[in-house]
């Protein structure tokens, strides 16, 4: 049953951003989706294994940062580094805004912060669910798509 997930794909991809006050850190993600209109809720997938889980776990909030497609880059970076030894915004170049729960990236088009109103394991991820407190809208651009392993796309 490995791999089946992609036969869902593509998935956009987005930054979550998330700090515990003493840490901020910014990871790529593609397992991320809406949930409900109203009220607006998003949802997250993360690995117990990473930095940002800690963060959000600890302040139960995050941002998700939509990707525009010449953020590519950025993403890669932000995809493949530990936040634990490495301040991913300054690696990237991102630039970190104070929004109204946690930190959020002020290069993505638009960004969304949520209050964590449940999490609930599901195998080797866990599945933030968060209701959405803040939008903030930047500008328009086509979002970044994963195929898979190296592969991207622009729509």
């Given at each position: 049953m490995e791999g089946y997930y992609h036969l869902l794909y593509p998935m956009r991809?987005?930054?979550?951003?998330?700090?515990?006050?003493?840490?901020?850190?910014?990871?790529?993600?593609?397992?991320?989706?809406?949930?409900?209109?109203?009220?607006?809720?998003?949802?997250?997938?993360?690995?117990?294994?990473?930095?940002?889980?800690?963060?959000?776990?600890k302040s139960r909030a995050f941002a998700i940062n939509l990707v525009s497609a010449e953020m590519k880059g950025q993403a890669i970076i932000c995809g493949t580094k530990s936040g634990k030894d490495t301040d991913k915004f300054k690696l990237a170049g991102l630039k970190k805004e104070k929004g109204k729960l946690t930190v959020i990236v002020g290069d993505a088009p638009a960004s969304i912060e949520c209050k964590v109103v449940e999490s609930v394991e599901a195998g080797d991820h866990v599945l933030f669910v968060g209701e959405a407190v803040s939008v903030v809208e930047r500008r328009k651009a086509k979002g970044l798509y994963h195929f898979g392993g190296s592969t991207f796309s622009e729509i």
């Open positions: 991809v987005v930054l979550i951003s998330a700090s515990d006050g003493k840490s901020d850190n910014v990871m790529t993600a593609a397992w991320c989706m809406p949930l409900s209109f109203d009220p607006p809720m998003f949802g997250v997938a993360i690995s117990k294994k990473r930095f940002t889980w800690q963060l959000i776990e």
